[in-house]
């Protein structure tokens, strides 16, 4: 009994104490300046925990979306502490991947700061599958995962089953930055290396922080508060001498047909990207990711290319004979798996990443940032000749031809919105006709679109018509089923809470359908706008394609998706009915709701040309390989 009695009392002393602290933090308005002003000393007698949330806090870090577990019940009682004075929020959660997914998009829409907490074994790994769109899309995102003990007692449950040392940060460390903090006193040295990783201006990513089980609650006796890092991280200037930029200004003004591709390290340009367009005579095509980089109305933005692509971008592509790519990672989508440059003989690559600068061959690599370097570069060309003197050129003139095409394809599908479907047993409307109609909506009421995996991801970014970045955001680098939904979770823990549009597919939401409950929960904004075709349909029309057969990527099973939601008190569900008068409808009805709201939208699944918007490029997958091999190895590029 004395022995619980003294642990008991050691518990409420720390616990005091922290709330003290917490207290103090709060009065002086941070923690940098409750240490600049004394209110809190140099060296405090802490825990592991509370260190570690002192240094995410110093860093800006003061959202958690969480999923706790017996791997983390010590982070969860400093949080409490923490949150219970106003420093922080917690953000309870059913699903690691929604939380991942959360915190993702709030860095990405609202440039905000967040960590991810889950337990030991299953959570983390889902978080890790999860962390698959921060890695592929360049996000800063804090993970926080319960690890096995250091004293090697004896297997700990859920830990990968194996007498082997370190095993998770092996696995995490595949996929990015992993620290084991195995060691209380390495964690300054820990929070500056996820400082740098997740706020790296060119690079950011995931930090995956492994915490042994037995370390969380670890003394720091007489811990240095000096020691936490905190700043900004530097970013990287512009590229290159001078005979460099003269090298490539002299290859922009010999090129005929000048295509720029931009990447999601260019999405932010903004005018110096359109001068530099005038000054070369280009002509811009877009990733999936960057839509809105250049504005849609701009004549020389030629829209999306890729494999899926478009008329007029694909076109530039496959007939420019120079290249300029801006802060693009030459994804297969993106670049058709190395095969959409056909004719250009020279390329010239503005990047931060010594690898995707020289992806190509005959390339002078700019390694810089795109912007200071792009703006250099302009104003090299401003000093010479100007490449058109009069008129337009015969390149440009082609390419506007390819584009009014592409324009009116596009418009073609709204004026046949409804086919007769043989699952629906009747006419609904087409994916490209929910979509358009959505994207109008959305963009007359200001409000934030979201993608989801699959069709609808693919129709999103061929009829992507954004003026600015920030409109629409299509996560293609992972293209994680089921992102778009649970990223709604962000428009209510956001400091600014804000209204979105996520549109999903079936087979998405029955992924992620925990944002129906969270998203009330934590007071989501936004509509989910399902569109139905019961089935996976990329993959469906992808099996279709390349083998005439499809193979388990449809069901027979009827989901009655309004009931659904409605079983939940709080979500707003409506059915879309089968007309596009009918979709505008239930959008206002959703958005006067300013809750969560899901919008059932049954859809057309089938190979009428009116049913999609076409595919123009080429993809190194199934039975194709061979064929995108062979021309890859002929270009040679």
Not at 349 to 376: F, K, P, V
């Amino acid at each position: 009994m004395p022995a619980v009695n003294a642990w008991e009392k050691e518990r409420e002393e720390r616990l005091s104490a922290r709330m003290s602290r917490a207290k103090f933090i709060k009065a002086a308005g941070g923690v940098d300046a409750a240490i600049r002003n004394g209110d809190l000393p140099n060296h405090i007698n802490t825990t592991v925990s509370e260190a570690l949330i002192l240094g995410l806090l110093l860093q800006g870090v003061k959202k958690f979306v969480v999923v706790f577990g017996h791997g983390s019940t010590e982070i969860g009682e400093v949080l409490r502490v923490y949150q219970d004075a106003g420093l922080c929020r917690v953000f309870g959660v059913r699903s690691e991947v929604e939380a991942s997914h959360a915190a993702a998009a709030l860095n990405w829409i609202c440039g905000e700061k967040a960590a991810v907490v889950t337990s030991i074994g299953p959570g983390a790994l889902h978080a890790l599958a999860a962390s698959l769109v921060p890695a592929s899309d360049g996000l800063g995102v804090w993970y926080l995962l319960g690890d096995e003990t250091t004293e090697d007692e004896g297997y700990n449950m859920q830990q990968i089953p194996l007498s082997r040392q370190g095993s998770f940060l092996k696995l995490f460390s595949s996929m990015g930055e992993a620290y084991t903090l195995h060691t209380p006193l390495a964690l300054p040295v820990m929070l500056r290396r996820g400082l740098n990783t997740t706020a790296d201006p060119h690079h950011a990513g995931p930090f995956y922080l492994l915490l042994p089980m037995n370390v969380q609650a670890a003394d720091l006796p007489q811990f240095n508060l000096r020691e936490l890092p905190c700043g900004e991280v530097p970013g990287i200037s512009r590229a290159g001498d001078e005979e460099v930029y003269r090298s490539a200004a002299d290859l922009l003004l010999k090129a005929k047909k000048v295509v720029v591709k931009i990447g999601n390290g260019g999405r932010q340009i903004g005018s110096p990207l359109q001068e530099f367009l005038e000054l070369v005579d280009g002509v811009a095509v877009t990733s999936p990711i960057s839509t809105g980089a250049i504005p849609a109305s701009n004549e020389r933005c030629m829209f999306v290319g890729g494999s899926k692509g478009s008329i007029s971008g694909n076109f530039a592509m496959e007939n420019a004979d120079l290249l300029v790519a801006i802060g693009t990672r030459f994804v297969c989508q993106s670049d058709c798996s190395r095969t959409g440059y056909p004719a250009v003989e020279n390329v010239i690559n503005l990047n931060t990443d010594l690898y995707d600068a020289t992806h190509y061959n005959n390339t002078i690599a700019l390694l810089g940032d795109a912007s200071l370097t792009l703006q250099y570069l302009n104003g090299v060309l401003r000093t010479l000749p100007h490449k058109i003197p009069e008129g337009m050129s015969a390149w440009f003139a082609i390419c506007l031809e390819k584009r009014r095409e592409w324009q009116a394809l596009k418009h073609s599908r709204m004026e046949h919105p409804v086919l007769f479907d043989p699952v629906w047993r009747r006419e609904v409307l087409t994916q490209p006709a929910v979509v358009k109609t959505a994207l109008d909506w959305a963009r007359a009421h200001q409000v934030k679109v979201i993608f989801d995996a699959g069709d609808v991801q693919a129709n999103g970014f061929q009829l992507a018509e954004d003026e600015t970045p920030g409109e629409i955001y299509n996560e293609s680098g992972a293209s994680y089923m089921g992102f778009a939904v649970s990223s709604l979770l962000a428009t209510g823990i956001a400091d600014k809470p804000f209204y979105a549009l996520a549109l999903t597919g079936d087979g998405s939401l029955t992924m992620n359908p925990q944002i129906l409950i969270d998203g009330v929960q934590h007071g989501a904004q936004g509509c989910i706008l399902l569109l139905d075709n019961r089935r996976m349909g990329a993959i469906t029309g992808l099996q279709m394609d390349q083998y005439g057969h499809e193979v388990a990527t449809n069901d027979s099973v009827e989901v009655d998706y309004v009931v659904w939601a409605k079983s939940i008190k709080g979500v707003n569900a409506l059915h879309a009915g089968y007309s596009l008068e009918e979709l505008k409808g239930a959008l206002e009805s959703a958005f006067e709701h300013k809750g969560l709201s899901l919008i059932h939208v049954p859809v057309y699944f089938g190979d009428h040309e009116m049913g999609g918007l076409g595919v123009y490029g080429r993809w190194n997958v199934g039975n194709w390989s061979k064929r995108v091999q062979a021309l890859r190895h002929e270009i040679g590029l």
